[in-house]
């Protein structure tokens, strides 16, 4: 079973750049996950998708933050403008539909320099 | 989500047990417990959850104090490639906005030869 996939894997900015980040999830996934890892610390949730509906953004900076799940299958997380405090992982996370095991599958990760 | 409580870091000796104990003092009766591990450059990995009965498969096992306010995650034999941030989460069991995990900082496993 191919696991979730995420592009690019690192990517280096100046501040006030634009970056996009991509997502796919496991196939029949309904749930995806944006999560936010900067150095040191646990994930942050920045955004939660059921199918193509957002159940939950309310820690994504949406003044520079936005993504979308159009189709309820891939996903694409941007900022625009970057700010260096953006500097971390971007994790993508999916998980089944249904009945809730806890289990989320995540990504490698897209790892974001800002300079 | 109930708050959890780890160790900044720990050190096991590989072949031995390693336990990682985590304090969950406020958990609510319908919140289990989760933990996932992260190994150094990659997205954290599931390993194993329970309610209040022991848990055990491949990989660990987990147990929770009777009164649900502790647990452990026990790695029988630790290898080098246990090596890693290990994450003590607690989350309702139900749809929508409850199936996200909260992490907090977790405890560096580091496994020694």
């Known amino acids: 079973e191919a696991g979730v996939a995420q592009s690019p894997r690192y990517k280096i900015i100046e501040k006030r750049q634009s970056v996009a980040f991509w997502c796919n999830p496991i196939s029949g996934h309904a749930t995806l996950y944006w999560y936010q890892q900067i150095l040191g610390q646990g994930p942050k949730l920045l955004i939660q998708f059921q199918n193509n509906g957002v159940v939950d953004d309310s820690q994504l900076p949406k003044d520079r933050f936005s993504a979308e799940r159009l189709k309820g299958v891939d996903s694409t997380l941007k900022i625009q403008p970057a700010k260096l405090e953006d500097s971390a992982v971007y994790l993508c996370?999916?998980?089944?539909?249904?009945?809730?095991?806890?289990?989320?599958?995540f990504g490698e990760g897209s790892r974001l320099t800002v300079l | 989500d109930a708050k959890t409580t780890q160790p900044t870091s720990m050190d096991c000796a590989e072949g031995r047990a390693a336990n990682l104990p985590c304090n969950h003092s406020t958990i609510s009766g319908n919140e289990y417990v989760y933990w996932y591990r992260q190994i150094h450059s990659q997205g954290p990995q599931y390993i194993i959850h329970g309610l209040k009965n022991n848990e055990t498969n491949e990989m660990a096992s987990l147990i929770i104090t009777e009164d649900r306010k502790s647990s452990t995650l026990i790695l029988p034999h630790a290898t080098l490639r246990d090596t890693a941030v290990y994450y003590c989460i607690v989350r309702g069991y139900s749809s929508g906005s409850a199936r996200q995990l909260t992490f907090g900082s977790g405890t560096q496993l580091t496994v020694l030869p």
């Open positions: 996370a999916s998980s089944p539909g249904g009945v809730p095991t806890g289990e989320l599958f």
